[in-house]
């Protein structure tokens, strides 16, 4: 019999959260004094959703727009 395994670190998860609530996520990790990689990763990587998001946004708020016009 085979097993497989899985390793929970590289599992993705999708996860509703509001802007303002990413934006809580940096403060809160930036204000780690003694921050690693793992800390500066995760701010790295959140930042980048956010701003993936911000995008997505001003895109579709741009069609909707168009459609208007």
């Known amino acids: 019999m ?3 395994y899985v ?3 590289s599992l993705n998860v ?3 959260i509001e802007l303002g609530e ?3 996520l940096i403060e809160a ?9 793992r800390e500066t990763s995760l701010i790295a ?3 980048a ?5 911000i995008l997505e946004a001003k895109r579709e708020f741009e069609t909707l727009a168009d459609r208007e016009a």
Request: glycine share 6%; no cysteine.
């Open 49 to 53: 959703a956010r701003r993936e998001a």
């Open 7 to 9: 390793n929970q670190l």
């Open 29 to 37: 990790i930036e204000k780690i004094e003694d921050k690693g990689y």
């Open 2 to 4: 085979r097993k497989s």
């Open 22 to 24: 990413l934006g809580d």
């Open 14 to 16: 999708v996860v509703n």
């Open 45 to 47: 990587r959140i930042k």
